[in-house]
């Protein structure tokens, strides 16, 4: 297909269409394999759920990629930076020349993974479904700055998760305290009395 369209809002300079493409011409869509048969290092291995143990050796050495479950979840892509290894329920797929990784991981957590699954039990994807989907791209200067705008929004998101997972434990600390009797505001000396809920 090589309908060409523009979106509506666009960062300021940018005026050439963006054309329809299937997946398959961004990326190269990989296996994962199994790693029971390789030795303990310092390489990441990789599962839908994402690190689960290190390795001696890598699938991917130099080249990024986004990691895409096959199986069980399909639908949390998540970046990964080489040096990796991924399970053989987990796809990573490598951004072709002149693709950006962050414009292409925008792309990955635009779609509507579940209704790609192929499955009438444990969700699945296959290398054809992820390759025959059809979407809109730009140039590729286009591509690194939507990419940089993801990137930054996703950082700004992990930073606050960070911040809001652990402001859940300061409270989680402060309600065993504060029950278990162990910790009081000052001023405050009556005994508590045990009631019915």
């Known amino acids: ?27 190269d869509v990989c296996s994962g394999r199994d790693y029971k048969h390789l030795t303990e290092g310092d390489i990441p291995v990789y599962g839908t ?35 990796f290894w991924t399970v053989d329920t987990l796809f990573y797929a490598i951004p072709k020349e002149k693709v950006d990784l962050n414009f292409a991981f925008a792309i990955f957590q635009n779609i509507n993974w579940k209704k790609k699954d192929e499955s009438t039990g444990v ?27 993801f990137y930054g929004i996703d950082r700004l998101i992990t930073l606050h998760q960070r911040k809001l997972d652990k402001t859940k434990k300061l409270k989680k600390a402060f309600l065993n305290l504060i029950f278990g009797q162990k910790l009081r505001f000052r001023g405050f000396t009556d005994s508590w009395e045990l009631r019915k809920l």
């Open 1 to 27: 297909m090589n309908t060409k369209r523009a979106p509506k809002v666009r960062f300021k300079g940018f005026t050439d269409a963006w054309e329809q493409r299937k997946l398959e011409a961004l990326v």
């Open 49 to 83: 759920g994402g690190y689960m143990l290190s390795v001696s050796e890598a699938l991917s050495y130099d080249k990024d990629a986004i990691g895409i479950g096959r199986k069980g979840t399909i639908d949390k892509p998540y970046i990964l930076n080489a040096p």
């Open 123 to 149: 969700p699945s994807l296959s290398r054809t479904a992820i390759n025959e989907i059809h979407i809109l791209v730009p140039q590729y200067d286009e591509q690194q700055a939507l990419g940089q705008l």
